[in-house]
């Protein structure tokens, strides 16, 4: 009986882990820049200084995130992540992206 109810327990995890992970599916959504959050764009400033935004994503999911596609002041593509509150989350050059 025993190793019945060990058994049911861990196929109910089983099936029920994938559904967890499927739900908290990340989401994008592009914005506008005009419509990026004041604290972000401070984020931004922040962290990429004289940086020229060239686009920008809105990612909810667990939390919400802004993906920033930018233009460094040495000509160089650049993309950052920034939460709601303007703190970088990721960071990386665009040779690193592909």
Do not use: W
């Not at 994938?18 to 592009?30: N, R, Y």
């Not at 935004?53 to 999911?61: E, F, N, P, V």
């Amino acid at each position: 009986m025993r190793l019945f109810k060990t058994l049911m327990l861990a196929f109910i995890l089983g099936v029920s882990m994938p559904m967890l992970s499927f739900s908290a599916e990340t989401k994008e959504e592009k914005v506008e820049l005009a419509n990026i959050p004041a604290a972000v764009k401070e984020g931004f400033a922040t962290a990429a200084p004289g940086g020229e935004i060239k686009s920008a994503k809105k990612l909810t999911g667990t939390s919400t995130r802004y993906q920033i596609q930018y233009k460094a002041t040495d000509g160089s593509e650049h993309q950052i992540t920034l939460g709601e509150d303007g703190k970088p989350t990721r960071k990386k050059k665009e040779e690193e992206a592909k």
